[in-house]
């Protein structure tokens, strides 16, 4: 049985890696969908961009008509991730995930993500599990960094998950229901809020390996990010216990008088 599927990419100034990746997932599902295997919709959402990239996917939806954009002015891969989950759920679609823009996980990867949901509410990739395959070595400030906070997140959140950052997940329909009024972290942290919002509702999430290849033009900032994805953890955790109204007096205080932003 043909099911729907959403695929949301995220896309902040990506005019030079954007048009690739449109290539390779589009004529790789395009030829899925010729073969009745599923139908399916790219959504990319152009968030606060001031590159060209909004002319690129323009120039790449004339070939590709399953391919839509959803443009806005604010920013933020949480951000526009929700506003693709808000798209793809109008469009009654059962399957809903998102990738990268840089391709740094490939079509035929994230079809693994479809292979493999079967019972499960959602499907994630890891970097971390045994048989993952990684092309691109990481430098080993970036491992440290990595592990170092998935550790935070497994010790703090109980998040039963190897690697939450990895930027490849499916969801069914239901569970993206179920959490998108509940998403408040719009940032890098985005990830781990809808992640734990999921296992507080007892939905069952799937961790599979990965072929992975990083590439050039990230923006992650490998000291700045880490911090305010650490904050957002300590956040949400406070959110779920006896000390709420920390994180609730915070938010009532004068911009002028907070250290950072949660």
């Given at each position: ?16 890696r ?14 899925l ?58 469009k009654?679609?059962?399957?809903i ?19 493999n ?123 779920y ?22």
């Amino acid at each position: 049985m043909k099911k729907r599927l959403s695929i949301i990419i995220p896309a902040y100034n990506e005019e030079e890696r954007i048009g690739k990746t449109l290539d390779r997932y589009c004529n790789f599902f395009e030829e899925l969908k010729n073969k009745e295997v599923l139908d399916y919709e790219i959504v990319v959402v152009l968030n606060a961009c001031k590159d060209r990239t909004a002319e690129v996917v323009k120039s790449y939806q004339k070939k590709f008509r399953s391919l839509k954009y959803l443009e806005y002015e604010r920013g933020g891969k949480g951000f526009a991730i929700i506003e693709g989950f808000k798209y793809a759920l109008n469009k009654k679609n059962e399957l809903i995930g998102f990738v990268d823009a840089d391709l740094a996980t490939g079509p035929e990867v994230f079809y693994e993500l479809v292979k493999n949901i079967k019972n499960y509410d959602g499907v994630i990739t890891s970097r971390w599990k045994k048989d993952s395959i990684i092309k691109t070595e990481q430098t080993l400030l970036r491992k440290i960094t990595s592990r170092g906070f998935n550790f935070l997140v497994r010790s703090i959140l109980l998040l039963p998950y190897s690697d939450t950052q990895c930027g490849a997940k499916l969801f069914k329909r239901k569970a993206i229901e179920e959490v998108i009024d509940e998403i408040r972290a719009i940032q890098w942290a985005f990830d781990i809020d809808l992640l734990y919002k999921l296992k507080r509702r007892k939905f069952r999430i799937k961790e599979i390996p990965t072929i992975w290849e990083d590439k050039r033009g990230s923006k992650i900032n490998i000291i700045k990010t880490p911090v305010k994805m650490f904050s957002s953890i300590i956040r949400l955790r406070f959110m779920y216990s006896p000390f709420k109204f920390i994180v609730r007096a915070y938010d009532k205080m004068p911009e002028g008088f907070k250290i950072h932003s949660w």
